[in-house]
């Protein structure tokens, strides 16, 4: 068990660097409500029927209405078998149509149309919440409060956990080891008394064992209980009463009134994942000294912002919106039908200023922090507010101002290109959230939704919320103050009123601040709250008390299963294996728990018994694959302390046990089956390496390639062959099990299938064609930095997350590897910080609330050292009624990164060429929107953009020309599978060097302009256009394309430069076997090595080196993305701008 932690008296001496993480929470099993994969408001998709299904990955016969569906792996014969293994539940709500222009007005680049066969999707969205069901972050209250067996958490904390100690359990053998936690030494700040923990030796809520959960097991706890994130019950042996359903007064559980003395919640609509309730009667009258609200507004509660008129009373708790409420995005269903038409809504000019109110009714601008407000007068903040924004309106003219792209057609800057900053006061700017954490589409949030359809650009934000960080603010605190309607975690945009109450920058509510946030442990006073890192920092990370555990923290556990072969040993991919784990086993993330264990297969299963105690690991080989059991269950995972040398002893060994086998077939589907069984009582991470299509037992494929239809403008197969995998996944995400999946094979492995294990746990695809460590060093390179980087990342156990937004707004379509669980959870059995998500959004209700929008990420996860972690990331964006100050704060990269993941999800529900015409489409679209805002005379002739969004046409012509939505060119299936996997699951400083490289010239790095970085100095050469005019004959040319690196050498190159940079006399001898550079004492080399090691350290994918000569037949490998030049299947930039006026004219 957690112990507590000592309060720690002294000055903010909070953590810095990475800190390893944590929280748990179990959820309610569910299918999340089918994607809608709308590419935003005037965004249009071709269909040949006017609009698209809408279905969830696999046959939709295997999903019934609000029915479980049972799995089709066998689960073993008894004794042995130690869980049944049903799978969950199914999709709810209506399906999104999406409606999308067809037949000969089509506005794609020309290509003829290919085949519509329906494939599944992956990209999973929110489910309406059912009645009983309450908001997963309606935690427990910011103040620290116990709980016994006959008392209910006040605000909507969920209660403890009860299990029954053996429901389906495993055998004895398997049993969880959950001892006491670990001390863990922190340097974080400390504030008030110690987080409470529980007695060593003590159960949490009596719960027993947690190998009893099973999936098909009854829940012990209603699924509304299930329902939480944030928030948690504190840890009672005695577990917690539930109250019979339908006996709440007034439809409310007793935690959920509120308590006496409290502040009533506003009235007026907030936005959340669930629908307000009524407010109670019985509320406290206001606080003294307020004043009634101006004449003519509504009457609203004491201390909070009065509602929009029509708006629906809000509560303190959460209950589920209406059937009509949840149907997305207004416009979303209505049938559209021609080329021109979009879903009709009225658009309304609001003003974004809020009425000055009496003292005591408003607390001052989102983002201040003076006690009062004249009547009257305007406080000081909102004049620097007035005056940024005027200070900022070149800024905002220039960035909006028309650009005529057949004129200048050069638009690359030479320098990396900077995300732009939105309109902010100072103080908000000061603490906004690092846009490679946190970005918006729009640094703009138009005030209603007819604005953003006016605009059509789409509206969503892109998430890195894991990343590794140098600078991270860790706080441990007895008191995590939370708002108490909507949840939301304070933060620096949040206002106070005075030193006792703030106002939620989300839902507005008015909340009172514990004593114990305002303490100062430097002056051991109480004082101003503002000075907390809480407010000072946009991302900060908690370490969670004892009401946020469910459960005691579960242990690293990693299991391997391994292909053994023919093709996996005489590749190589064995040795390699055995080798990197050998040598970073003592760095794997974890504590004195941590677990291991190891299943290799080929047409059996191996199962190796290194138990404490034994002399030589012990092989048991399981030949019947269509009934899979556990040979010795209690003896497959080890303590990896405790048993070391037996797991050393085992590496040394398996390359050459295996070294001699002719067998080609492999049983992936069983080994995934034994996997589930191991890891179902622990949770824990499973390591696929698969060289080959799994051909034998459950889950068994077959070749659905055609080499010869490889450059077929039809591209079929996008979508998997059977939903068994899908359904293993779902299993595994059901018991904390994340699968990541690294894949060898130089033929077809059929990824499009394969990938749904990794998709739906939340785990990782790696792609390696062709790894030989003869015949293709290149990839053996690759898989060996890669693998030692996966073997030591940091890594989050047993994850959830949910991103709430200003009411208002309302996140609706979720993309990335995870499930969705309810209606806006997000379920990580694996978080790691390579991961990157996304989210599109639509404008529900008006934003005239505030003159900010406000987002708010919650990661809360289990770090491998045991401890409960909440990583919070809170972005704050301006409000506007003007299309001006829209376009002016268009991302082009964000929208880049958001329309990839809604076009791979197009692929795979429609066609290809669907795809391809809506990537063109909001090219058009926007141009057209922006044409209609400038004088005729302005429009003739040009082709005109914001500046803004200048290199938007680049970046989709560049987005069409990629391996994963090019056509006409030879592509293989799984080559494609693989980069739309990538575009889905990457942050976007990936995505973007995978759509447009970074091209720099190297045969002339100078000092001039360098970066000084720990004492180097890195040259920083400017950035050219991937065409072959900027090629010069006698130079050489780095090329980044994320996951590899092109030295490109012309053949006039100087013998200067090979004999300084590549260690040869001249061209002709340069080697093209080369993987690195090498290390030569001048200062060109030294320049160059320099600065390939800076592009390296800002990521953390490996990228080899490949040299290649103008002359070689490589050379395609570099050739194939200069996107701006024309080829015999695809046009060039400039065609493709000529293309675009022709369709913006008509």
């Known amino acids: 068990m957690q112990q507590p932690r000592p309060p720690q008296p002294g000055s903010y001496n909070y953590q810095q660097g990475q800190p390893p993480g944590g929280m748990f929470n179990q959820v309610q099993n569910q299918i999340g409500q089918p994607s809608k994969d709308s590419f935003m408001p005037g965004v249009r998709l071709p269909s040949p029927s006017g609009q698209m299904q809408n279905r969830m990955p696999g046959p939709p016969p295997t999903f019934g209405q609000n029915s479980p569906f049972t799995n089709s792996h066998p689960q073993g014969p008894p004794p042995q078998r130690p869980l049944n293994n049903a799978a969950i539940g199914p999709p709810g ?46 935690g427990p209250p910011a103040a620290n409060w116990q709980m016994d067996q006959n008392r ?9 956990v009860n299990r029954p100690a053996n429901v389906a359990g495993p055998p004895t053998g398997m049993q969880p080891r959950l001892g006491a936690i670990p001390n863990v030494n922190v340097q974080a700040t400390t504030y008030g008394p110690p987080p409470t923990s529980v007695p060593a030796g003590q159960q949490i809520n009596g719960s027993g064992p947690s190998s009893a959960r099973s999936s098909a097991a009854p829940s012990p706890i209603p699924g509304l209980r299930y329902d939480y994130l944030e928030g948690g019950t504190p840890f009672s042996s005695t577990g917690v009463q539930q109250p019979p359903r339908g006996q709440y007064p ?69 209950m589920a919106p209406p059937t009509s409420q949840m149907q997305g995005p207004p416009g979303q269903n209505m049938n559209v039908a021609g080329r021109r038409q979009y879903p009709n809504q009225s658009y309304q000019q609001v003003g974004g200023q809020m009425p000055t109110q009496p003292p005591g009714t408003m607390g001052p601008t989102v983002g201040t922090n003076l006690p009062n407000n004249q009547p009257g007068h305007i406080p000081q903040p909102m004049m620097n507010n007035l005056a940024a924004g005027v200070g900022k309106m070149n800024m905002q003219q220039s960035e909006a ?67 590794d960080l140098s600078h991270l603010p860790v706080i441990q605190s007895s008191v995590i103050v939370r708002c108490r309607s909507c949840r939301t975690y304070i933060n620096p945009f949040v206002s106070f009123i005075d030193q006792r109450r703030w106002r939620c920058n989300l839902c507005f509510r008015v909340n009172d601040l514990q004593e114990e946030f305002t303490f100062d442990p430097v002056t051991r006073t109480y004082g101003d709250p503002s000075r907390r890192p809480e407010i000072r920092s946009s991302t900060i990370e908690f370490i969670a008390p004892s009401e946020y555990m469910l459960r005691p923290p579960q242990p690293a556990v990693y299991l391997f299963l391994l292909d053994v072969s023919f093709s996996s040993v005489q590749s190589g991919i064995l040795p390699i294996f055995c080798q990197v784990l050998l040598e970073e086993l003592d760095r794997l993330p974890g504590d004195t728990r941590t677990k291991i264990g190891f299943i290799t297969y080929d047409n059996t299963l191996h199962f190796y018994n290194m138990q404490e105690g034994a002399t030589r690991p012990q092989m048991m080989v399981i030949s019947d694959i269509d009934d899979v059991f556990l040979p010795l269950p209690g003896d497959l995972l080890v303590n990896l302390n405790e048993s070391k040398e037996l797991v050393q002893d085992l590496l040394n060994q398996l390359p050459s046990l295996f070294e001699n086998n002719k067998e080609t077939r492999t049983a992936l589907g069983p080994a995934l089956q034994a996997a589930y069984k191991l890891l179902s009582p622990t949770g824990g991470r499973v390591t696929v390496i698969q060289s080959s299509l799994p051909t034998t037992g459950p889950g068994s494929l077959k070749s659905r390639e055609d080499p010869n239809q490889r450059s077929s403008k039809n591209v079929a197969n996008l979508g998997p062959a059977t939903d068994f995998y899908k359904k293993m996944a779902l299993d595994f995400s059901a018991q904390q099990i994340g699968a990541d999946l690294f894949l060898f094979s130089s033929q077809y492995a059929d990824l499009a299938t394969l990938a749904g294990m990794a998709k739906f746990s939340a785990g990782s695809v790696y792609h390696f064609p062709g790894l030989h460590t003869n015949a293709n060093p290149l990839q053996a390179d690759r898989f060996e930095k890669d693998f030692r980087r996966y073997l030591t990342r940091k890594i989050g156990f047993e994850a959830v997350m949910r991103i709430r937004c200003t009411k208002g707004l309302a996140l609706h379509t979720f993309h990335g590897n995870f499930f969705v669980r309810s209606t806006d959870l997000l379920s990580l059995p694996n978080v790691s910080p390579d991961a990157g998500y996304a989210m599109q959004m639509s404008i529900e209700d008006t934003l005239n609330d505030s003159q900010t929008a406000c987002f708010q990420a919650a990661l809360l996860y289990t770090s491998s050292k045991g401890e409960r972690r ?43 060429q669907d795809s391809r015409d809506a990537i063109v489409n909001v090219c058009i679209d926007s141009m057209t929107a922006f044409k209609e805002t400038l004088p005729s005379s302005q429009t003739i002739g040009t082709l005109s953009i914001p500046y803004s969004l200048r290199l938007l046409p680049l970046y989709t012509l560049a987005l069409l020309k990629n391996i994963a939505f090019r056509l006409g060119s030879s592509t293989k299936l799984d080559d494609r599978v693989f980069a739309m996997e990538m575009f889905k699951s990457q942050p976007l400083s990936l995505i973007m060097l995978q759509v447009y490289p970074s091209l720099y010239a190297v045969h002339n790095l100078a000092d001039e302009g360098s970066l000084s970085e720990k004492d180097v100095d890195v040259p920083q050469p400017p950035l050219l256009g991937l065409s072959s005019e900027y090629l010069s004959r006698n130079g050489a040319f780095l090329m980044d394309t994320g996951d590899m690196m092109f030295l490109f050498v012309q053949a006039a190159i100087s013998p200067q430069f090979c004999q300084d940079i590549l260690d040869c006399p001249d061209y002709s001898s340069i080697s093209e076997s080369t993987m690195e550079l090498p290390v030569l004492e001048n200062p060109a080399s030294e320049r160059l090595r320099n600065f390939i090691g800076w592009l ?39 065609e493709y701008l000529q293309h675009l006026q022709k369709e913006v004219k008509s």
């Open 93 to 138: 709500g209506a399906p999104q149509n999406f409606h999308i222009p067809s037949g000969p007005h089509s506005r794609g680049p020309p290509a003829p149309t290919g085949g519509r066969g329906q494939q599944n999707m992956n990209s999973m969205g929110a489910q309406p919440q059912t009645s009983n069901q309450f908001n997963l972050h309606s």
């Open 152 to 160: 209910q958490p006040p605000n909507g904390g969920p209660p403890s």
């Open 250 to 318: 007034g439809g409310m559980p007793p935690h959920m009134v509120a308590p006496p003395g409290s502040i009533p919640p506003p009235s007026g609509p907030m936005h959340s994942t669930s629908n307000a309730m009524p407010q109670l009667p019985g509320a406290m009258p206001p606080p003294p000294g307020s004043m009634p609200p101006p004449p003519g507004s509504m009457r609203p509660p004491p201390g909070s912002m009065p509602p929009p008129p029509g708006s629906m009373p809000q509560g303190a708790g959460n």
């Open 401 to 467: 101002r028309p650009l005529n792209l057949l004129q200048e057609r050069h638009i690359l800057p030479k320098t990396p290109i900077e995300p732009p900053k939105p309109k902010l006061s100072s103080e908000n700017q000061k603490s906004q959230v690092n846009p490679d954490l946190f970005r918006c589409t729009l640094t703009s949030i138009p005030q209603t939704q007819s604005l953003l359809q006016k605009s059509k650009l789409p509206l969503g934000i892109l998430i890195h919320p894991y990343k």
């Open 870 to 912: 909440i990583r919070v990331h809170t972005m704050c964006l301006p409000i506007t009624g003007q299309l001006s100050e829209i376009y002016a704060g268009a991302d082009s990269q964000a929208i880049i990164g958001l329309l990839s993941r809604m076009a791979v999800d197009k692929c795979q529900s429609s066609s290809m």
């Open 1096 to 1134: 390296l350290g800002k990521r953390t994918v490996h990228a080899p080196l490949q040299i290649i000569r103008e002359n070689s037949p490589k050379r395609i490998l570099f050739l194939q993305h200069l996107v701006e030049d024309r080829t015999e299947s695809s046009m060039s930039y400039y």
